[in-house]
């Protein structure tokens, strides 16, 4: 343990944005000496183990850094990195095609990486949900106490010092996780740029679906223009053409054939009129 390390016992601890956490009592070591957590009496809460990673000291003062942010800014950095790195290989690539099959192994490490930083990411992503949700809670409880201390106030329940020092500490709360809120939205905008980065990196362009669609219709309505359509028939025995019908256009029906009276019916009539006769 150097002389610098010693030094944080007895300091106060706060966090980045000033509120008062408690006090270091001790230190936990490995073997080799080196600090791994550090014991902070926080009052009511008992004695809190804070990994040393995520305190700085500053002065007289301690200041923790939460778990979060440490996480998200390693993601964003290692990221980041990861990114640079395949851009750089594919316009190594891109410039002399001869290296494609050496470049395919680094190539494979990169986008092994990528994926190894998506399940970290899906980790770090529920946790700034669950803070998100911890500070809403908070914001709720410092409103409704600054809001009953109005009321105490005009009831002439409690004095005006009194109502000034709720003002000025639920004041600070709210600023705290008011900056606390706005940090946590920033890092969630940066991881999704990063995605979308990654993604265009990872993707190769494809035409979208619309866009095809109108290239080919814009094409067949080319070529149905450029098509000659063939000519209507002329042929004057079709009825295809505009001259409207007439009754001498119409051709002549044939009258059926008169009925003949045959030489048997004439017989018939002969003897039926001697038959009167007599």
Excluded at 233 to 242: Q, R, W
């Amino acid at each position: 343990m150097t002389h610098d390390d010693i030094d944080i016992i007895g300091k106060n601890v706060k966090d980045m944005y000033g509120t008062f956490m408690g006090k270091v009592i001790g230190t936990a070591t490995d073997i080799d000496g080196s600090i791994q957590s550090v014991g902070i009496d926080c009052g009511s809460q008992g004695l809190q183990q804070i990994p040393y990673e995520q305190l700085v000291v500053q002065g007289n003062i301690v200041i923790f850094i939460p778990k979060w942010r440490l996480d998200s800014q390693r993601l964003l950095r290692e990221k980041q990195l990861t990114l640079r790195r395949l851009k750089a290989l594919i316009d190594i690539v891109s410039e002399n095609d001869d290296m494609k099959a050496d470049a395919e192994i680094i190539h494979e490490k990169y986008k092994s990486k990528l994926a190894s930083l998506d399940e970290a990411e899906h980790q770090i992503k529920a946790k700034l949900e669950a803070r998100l949700t911890e500070l809403d809670s908070q914001m709720k409880s410092a409103k409704m106490l600054l809001f009953d201390a109005k009321v105490q106030y005009k009831s002439n329940e409690i004095s005006d010092n009194t109502f000034e020092i709720v003002k000025t500490c639920t004041a600070e709360l709210i600023e705290h996780v008011t900056h606390e809120s706005a940090e946590i939205s920033s890092v969630k905008g940066r991881i999704a740029e990063l995605d979308t980065e990654v993604q265009n990196v990872t993707t190769p362009p494809q035409i979208h679906l619309q866009e095809s669609a109108v290239s080919y219709l814009s094409n067949s309505e080319s070529q149905l223009v450029q098509t000659i359509l063939p000519e209507a028939p002329t042929d004057p025995v079709t009825y295809s053409s505009a001259v409207p019908l007439t009754a001498e256009s119409l051709p002549t029906i044939p009258e059926p054939p008169k009925q003949v009276k045959t030489a048997t019916s004439n017989t018939q009539d002969n003897w039926l009129a001697r038959m009167e006769a007599q």
